[in-house]
């Protein structure tokens, strides 16, 4: 069973950094591919990133490259989003998700399994 609790998240200005981490208290962690979605009020889910079993590979949306990067500590059952250079338009919530398919980054949000309860970040003008 994978359980999944986020964390980091609050309210920054424009240009801030912030790093979110995803924590999970179950044992299997090491088998899932993880991803980042978001989430503003009134749109859809939206892909982040996302990285497989490893690290050894990682995804990232088009709105976030080259600002976020996604990484994971197996040995801590803990993956990251640090997010720089934040815009207001990157305020939502923030939630991580397991993948069973440990090598193959999925952008759908259909293809992930297990969900955290989210966090929400707040990027001010």
């Known amino acids: 069973q994978v359980q999944l609790v986020e964390s980091g998240g609050g309210l920054v200005q424009a240009g801030d950094s912030l790093r979110l981490s995803c924590a999970d208290s179950?044992?299997?962690?090491?088998?899932?591919?993880m991803g980042w979605f978001r989430q503003a009020p009134g749109k859809e889910r939206e892909f982040v990133a996302a990285l497989t079993w490893n690290g050894g590979t990682t995804y990232y949306g088009d709105s976030v490259k080259g600002r976020f990067t996604i990484s994971r500590d197996n040995a801590k059952n803990t993956v990251y989003l640090q997010m720089n250079s934040l815009k207001p338009e990157d305020t939502a919530v923030y939630y991580c998700?397991?993948?069973?398919?440990?090598?193959?980054?999925?952008?759908?949000?259909?293809?992930?399994?297990?969900w955290g309860q989210g966090t929400q970040v707040t990027v001010s003008s």
């Open positions: 179950g044992r299997i962690f090491s088998s899932f591919a």
């Open positions: 998700a397991a993948d069973r398919h440990s090598n193959v980054l999925h952008q759908s949000p259909h293809e992930y399994d297990y």
